[in-house]
């Protein structure tokens, strides 16, 4: 049975940083693009970042590059989102997911975690 928890959300002021993590049981990680995603109440969900199977090719929504970073650790089947120079609209619930290739298109991920809860106060 596969699993993804994502863990690492909560409630920080504008300005501030968070670290999300993923990890993942019943499957081989490191055979996986992974992508974090959002979805904030009334909003379609949104490909936030991605990254290839070995980690050597990322991609970021506009509205977060420069601000958040992907990485992964394949030893410790961990997906990771440091996230820094957060704004009230970075409020979301945000979601693991694993994939077969590196894509912010939601449809393409086959499983998904439960989400962690990031709120920005302004």
């Known amino acids: 049975q596969v699993q993804v928890v994502e863990s690492g959300g909560g409630l920080v002021q504008a300005g501030g940083s968070l670290r999300l993590s993923c990890t993942t049981s019943g499957l081989t990680f490191k055979d996986y693009g992974m992508g974090w995603f959002r979805q904030a109440p009334g909003k379609e969900r949104e490909g936030v970042s991605c990254?290839?199977?070995?980690?050597?090719?990322?991609n970021y929504a506009a509205s977060v590059r420069g601000r958040f970073t992907i990485s992964r650790d394949n030893a410790k089947n961990t997906l990771y989102l440091q996230m820094n120079s957060l704004k009230p609209e970075d409020t979301a619930m945000y979601y693991c997911?694993?994939?077969?290739?590196?894509?912010?298109?939601?449809?393409?991920?086959?499983?998904w975690g439960q989400g962690t809860q990031v709120t920005v106060s302004s």
């Open positions: 990254i290839t199977w070995d980690g050597t090719n990322t």
């Open positions: 997911a694993a994939g077969p290739y590196c894509t912010l298109a939601p449809r393409s991920f086959r499983y």
